[in-house]
């Protein structure tokens, strides 16, 4: 088991921008950012595997990016641009194989949270 810690959630107005981080005690093939919203329950996000290929859930494509630094087994995302239909409790996801998916259920090792909300 990997344990995942994120960071940089926060409040921010529409336009703005938050950058997220998830911290992992370990090596991870592939990661993931989901979030939680009243209206769609959780979500995959953005995903990212270890030859740094990436995928993005249509309504963030353009707006958010996601990386990775092998070295600090660290996990960010880049949010720009955010709107209020963003809000919600975003989650770090990983895995012990490679490949992408923004299915919560190829994933077993997840973070506790941290909440985005982004105000009109």
């Known amino acids: 088991q990997v344990q995942l810690v994120e960071s940089g959630g926060g409040s921010v107005q529409a336009g703005g921008s938050l950058r997220l981080s998830c911290a992992a005690s370990?090596?991870?093939?592939?990661m993931a950012w989901f979030r939680r919203t009243p209206q769609k329950g959780r979500e995959g996000v953005a995903a990212?595997?270890?030859?740094?290929?990436?995928m993005y859930e249509e309504s963030v494509k353009g707006r958010f990016t996601i990386s990775k630094d092998n070295a600090k087994n660290t996990l960010y995302l880049e949010m720009n641009s955010l709107k209020p239909e963003d809000t919600g409790m975003y989650y770090c996801?990983?895995?012990?194989?490679?490949?992408?998916?923004?299915?919560?259920?190829?994933?077993?090792?997840w973070g506790q949270g941290t909440q985005v909300t982004v105000s009109s």
């Open positions: 370990g090596y991870t093939y592939a």
């Open positions: 990212i595997e270890e030859y740094f290929r990436t």
């Open positions: 996801a990983a895995r012990a194989w490679s490949g992408l998916s923004l299915d919560e259920a190829a994933y077993d090792n």
